[in-house]
């Protein structure tokens, strides 16, 4: 398996400009969490889905930014419009999650710098 | 507030020593897993350990689980300059549903010198 795939490995834009991160979880896993790691604030929690469904996204900062899982492989982390804060690696996992274990598995993360 | 805190944020020993790095955490939990982050990538598994264990072992790994004082060490024996890397700590909850996420602590920077 190739792991989760992420894309793109870097992103540089410009503040206002609409950015979207890419993620494709390790096929038969049934879970999916977005993360963002700063040397500030460490490694935080977005948003997660169990099963495509969005369970809890109360780490999402603010309405700029919102996520999506049309299907089982494939979701988007959008942030429109992109700040300077917004400067930081985001990281998608996946999982199989059953009770009594969820050993996530991240990707290589996106960087992205909004200058 | 943090669930897992790791101890030290910063630990730099020699080559071939053992480098041990703590986790405390605040409520009752299902498992602790330990995770390791490379400069540049993500994070990679490591070990769990459920809250019904005391000590695991992977390797050059052992991990130790004290429940009555809500702690965990992890200790990597005879290090090596590939263990250079941040190392968290993440806890599920107890009890634990299936939409329970895990929390991840702030990692202990660890530094193999030469």
């Known amino acids: 398996d190739a792991g989760v795939i992420q894309s793109p490995r870097h992103e540089v834009t410009e503040m206002g400009q609409e950015v979207t991160l890419r993620c494709k979880p390790i096929?038969?896993?049934?879970?999916l969490f977005w993360y963002r790691q700063t040397m500030m604030r460490g490694l935080e929690l977005l948003i997660y889905?169990?099963?495509?469904?969005?369970?809890?996204d109360s780490g999402m900062p603010e309405d700029r930014f919102s996520a999506k899982m049309p299907n089982a492989s494939f979701s988007t982390l959008k942030i429109q419009p992109s700040e300077p804060r917004d400067s930081a690696v985001y990281f998608c996992?996946?999982?199989?999650?059953?009770?009594?274990?969820?050993?996530?598995?991240f990707g290589p993360g996106t960087r992205l710098t909004v200058l | 507030s943090q669930q897992g805190e790791e101890d030290p944020q910063a630990l730099s020993i020699q080559e071939g020593e053992n480098a041990t790095m703590n986790c405390s955490y605040k409520?009752?939990?299902?498992?602790l897993q330990w995770y390791r982050q490379n400069s540049g990538r993500g994070l990679v598994h490591l070990i769990l350990?459920?809250?019904?264990?005391r000590e695991k072992h992977s390797g050059r790994l052992r991990v130790t689980l004290d429940t009555s004082k809500k702690s965990s060490s992890l200790l990597i024996t005879a290090s090596r300059a590939a263990d250079t890397a941040s190392y968290f700590c993440?806890?599920?909850?107890?009890?634990?549903?299936?939409?329970?996420?895990?929390?991840f602590g702030k990692g202990t920077r660890l530094h193999i010198l030469p």
């Open positions: 996992a996946s999982s199989f999650r059953q009770v009594g274990t969820d050993t996530q598995y």
């Open positions: 096929s038969g896993h049934n879970s």
């Open positions: 889905f169990n099963n495509n469904v969005p369970i809890d």
């Open positions: 409520t009752s939990i299902n498992n």
């Open positions: 350990i459920r809250s019904n264990e």
């Open positions: 993440a806890t599920s909850l107890f009890p634990m549903n299936r939409d329970d996420k895990i929390i």
